[in-house]
């Protein structure tokens, strides 16, 4: 199982960026996706997730109404749409994927990692 996560970059704040974490390896239409995030000196913390359908999504407080997660099962591929970016949102980012195909905010939920991709907003 390999999950690739790119995307990330370097974005004044108020912009947008688009993450992107293509899979491989696994039977994507039944895992549930996560992204997860580590600023430095800080613990990984949840940021969203989308069950296996695509339909029911979770969002960490602090990104809701700002992050849009999204699942192309055609294309084996989790979105993170992060808008109206902070420089509260800096961090490396991580997508999961979780065999129980459910939208988890628990990091123990997920069975397979990403690399990461940084993403780094200036104020």
């Known amino acids: 199982v390999q999950l690739q996560a790119f995307g990330g970059g370097l974005v004044q704040a108020g912009g947008s960026l688009r993450l992107s974490c293509a899979a491989s390896?696994?039977?994507?239409?039944?895992?549930?996706m996560g992204w997860f995030r580590q600023a430095p000196g800080k613990a990984r913390e949840f940021v969203a997730a989308?069950?296996?359908?695509?339909?029911?999504?979770y969002y960490a407080d602090s990104v809701k109404g700002r992050f849009t997660i999204s699942k192309n099962n055609a294309k084996n591929t989790v979105y993170l749409q992060m808008d109206s970016l902070r420089p509260e949102d800096t961090a490396v980012y991580y997508c999961?994927?979780?065999?129980?195909?459910?939208?988890?905010?628990?990091?123990?939920?997920?069975?397979?990692w990403g690399q990461g991709t940084e993403v780094t907003v200036s104020s």
């Open positions: 999961a994927a979780d065999n129980w195909g459910g939208a988890e905010a628990d990091s123990y939920e997920y069975d397979y």
């Open positions: 390896g696994l039977i994507f239409t039944r895992y549930g």
């Open positions: 989308i069950g296996y359908t695509g339909t029911r999504t």
